[in-house]
């Protein structure tokens, strides 16, 4: 009886030990068995008094982590969580899509992640994204350019504490509005390796997968885009482009054969599902529309015995 104690505490500092800045995580809420990679997730707090918390999942790359590129991976938004990007889009692990019953929804392993062959910080920024937080009342509207500070700083510190890895190859990469972003922090970790006192990062490049540059420029380009496509007629297309002159969404109201072109333009498209154009525009909680495993995202990331076993602070 006077072991039982002691075995237990054995027990979960196996199945989830403490590292230097985080905690490795072996087993997750909704997956069979132990996880098939080395993850690691923790807090890096940004600032003199780290009153920010800035949360991470680490994956080691499955083939030669010692040498393979450091990616940080971004999601977009702004103020998506990083756990959007490691479980739906390049991660080794994926919500299976199967109605929700009340349960812990199910992980599986997946086939195509990146992590094969690179290591991935995926990164819940800015502040109140996912799991990062700030300890006092924010005083300052968050801005891109002050997130980039904190994302540089948190490189700076986390590379500190996992100095194995300061010579990897570096990629900052992301998705979405992180178009905004990822270029600026590439120019200040260059700038920074110059003019800081503190190691420099092997910087080599920058990923971006559907990125925002501009959001006008951004908004006028679905025309084309949507004829290449085959969604909008050659006739329409070439009557608007001709009318519109470029110019589809931000109208003068005076050019009223503009108007209602784009009008018709809209009668095409509305009801197409702008994340997938191949299927209809449907409801989430569904468990026919193909983002349903989004709608389990809440169900899995809430549920206490998940965030138990990532170690996420109770603030």
Same mark, same amino acid.
């Given at each position: 009886?006077?072991?039982?104690?002691?075995?237990?505490?054995?027990?979960?500092?196996?199945?989830?030990?403490?590292?230097?800045?985080?905690?490795?995580?072996?087993?997750?809420?909704?997956?069979?068995?132990?996880?098939?990679?080395?993850?690691?997730?923790?807090?890096?707090?940004?600032?003199?008094?780290?009153?920010?918390?800035?949360?991470?999942?680490?994956?080691?790359?499955?083939?030669?982590?010692?040498?393979?590129? &450091?990616?940080?991976?971004?999601?977009?938004?702004?103020?998506?969580?990083?756990?959007?990007?490691?479980?739906?889009?390049?991660?080794? &692990?994926?919500?299976?899509?199967?109605?929700?019953?009340?349960?812990?929804?199910?992980?599986?392993?997946?086939?195509?992640?990146?992590?094969?062959?690179?290591?991935?910080?995926?990164?819940?920024?800015?502040?109140?994204?996912?799991?990062?937080?700030?300890?006092?009342?924010?005083?300052?509207?968050?801005?891109?350019?002050?997130?980039?500070?904190?994302?540089?700083?948190?490189?700076?510190?986390?590379?500190?504490?996992?100095?194995?890895?300061?010579?990897?190859?570096?990629?900052?990469?992301?998705?979405?509005?992180?178009?905004?972003?990822?270029?600026?922090?590439?120019?200040?970790?260059?700038?920074?390796?110059?003019?800081?006192?503190?190691?420099?990062?092997?910087?080599?490049?920058?990923?971006?997968?559907?990125?925002?540059?501009?959001?006008?420029?951004?908004?006028?380009?679905?025309?084309?885009?949507?004829?290449?496509?085959?969604?909008?007629?050659?006739?329409?297309?070439?009557?608007?482009?001709?009318?519109?002159?470029?110019?589809?969404?931000?109208?003068?109201?005076?050019?009223?054969?503009?108007?209602?072109?784009?009008?018709?333009?809209?009668?095409?498209?509305?009801?197409?599902?702008?994340?997938?154009?191949?299927?209809?525009?449907?409801?989430?909680?569904?468990?026919?529309?193909?983002?349903?495993?989004?709608?389990?995202?809440?169900?899995?990331?809430?549920?206490?015995?998940?965030?138990?076993?990532?170690?996420?602070?109770?603030?």
């Amino acid at each position: 009886m006077k072991s039982t104690p002691k075995l237990l505490l054995l027990l979960l500092f196996i199945i989830n030990h403490h590292v230097d800045s985080g905690s490795i995580v072996k087993f997750l809420p909704g997956f069979e068995g132990p996880l098939p990679f080395e993850l690691e997730t923790g807090y890096i707090g940004i600032g003199e008094e780290e009153d920010v918390q800035l949360f991470y999942y680490f994956i080691k790359s499955e083939r030669n982590p010692k040498e393979d590129p &450091l990616l940080l991976w971004l999601s977009g938004g702004p103020g998506c969580s990083s756990i959007t990007g490691l479980l739906f889009e390049n991660g080794p &692990l994926a919500l299976k899509s199967k109605v929700y019953n009340g349960s812990v929804p199910s992980l599986v392993s997946t086939t195509y992640s990146w992590t094969k062959t690179a290591n991935i910080i995926f990164l819940d920024q800015p502040i109140g994204a996912g799991f990062s937080y700030s300890r006092i009342p924010l005083i300052d509207t968050p801005s891109d350019t002050g997130e980039v500070k904190n994302i540089h700083e948190f490189l700076q510190k986390w590379l500190s504490k996992h100095p194995q890895f300061s010579s990897n190859p570096f990629y900052a990469s992301g998705d979405s509005y992180s178009g905004m972003i990822v270029p600026a922090l590439v120019q200040e970790i260059s700038k920074g390796n110059y003019i800081c006192c503190k190691p420099p990062i092997n910087l080599q490049g920058y990923i971006l997968g559907n990125p925002i540059t501009y959001f006008e420029v951004d908004q006028n380009y679905r025309i084309p885009f949507s004829h290449g496509m085959a969604l909008i007629s050659d006739e329409l297309y070439e009557s608007i482009r001709r009318d519109c002159k470029g110019n589809y969404f931000n109208v003068d109201p005076r050019n009223t054969k503009c108007l209602k072109l784009v009008e018709e333009y809209h009668k095409c498209t509305d009801e197409l599902n702008e994340f997938n154009i191949l299927s209809p525009d449907c409801d989430t909680t569904s468990p026919d529309c193909f983002l349903y495993p989004y709608y389990l995202l809440g169900y899995w990331i809430n549920d206490e015995s998940v965030r138990d076993a990532l170690h996420v602070n109770k603030w």
